[in-house]
């Protein structure tokens, strides 16, 4: 078993595709390589990489990519509020966010016990819950530095 922590190459972003019944395509492969080596991009960062590779790819394109790929499951949206849409490969356990106030850096952070227990809300008011978001707030380490 290939451990999660293994750096990925183009055909393990290849076969992903295929695992969902997507076509593979160079902007998919390039899409999914930005955003697994930069978590929690937003898609101005992610055109900027993907760019490095396809020169000639159009916002547009990328776009429709990361919406396809979060459709698909292979990417997370992640919107935090005050936040513009990033996006990160770590997708299907429920883990949250600490997000900078000051400069908008996002880090992961596990669920804090079990198996996502914040999908179990007291009331669900009869919905069909998958997902939760819980945003964690407060300054990165450089932020806090540079206010003292
Ligand atoms: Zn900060
Ligand atoms: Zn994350």
């Given at each position: ?39 929690h991009a937003d898609t ?105």
């Open positions: 078993m290939r451990q999660a922590s293994a750096v990925p190459t183009p055909s393990d972003f290849e076969r992903m595709l295929r695992g969902v019944e997507l076509r593979v395509t160079r902007p998919r492969v390039a899409v999914l390589s930005a955003v697994h080596d930069h978590p101005d960062s992610v055109i900027g990489v993907v760019r490095e590779d396809l020169g000639g790819v159009s916002h547009q394109a990328v776009h429709d990519v990361l919406r396809v790929l979060t459709i698909a499951g292979l990417l997370r949206r992640i919107e935090p509020p005050g936040s513009v849409a990033r996006y990160e490969a770590r997708v299907g356990d429920n883990h949250h966010h600490v997000v900078c106030r000051s400069c908008g850096a996002t880090a992961d952070v596990d669920c804090a016990v079990g198996p996502a227990p914040c999908l179990n809300p007291s009331v669900d008011h009869g919905f069909v819950i998958d997902e939760a978001e819980v945003v964690f707030r407060g300054l990165c380490p450089d932020c806090s530095t540079a206010n003292r």
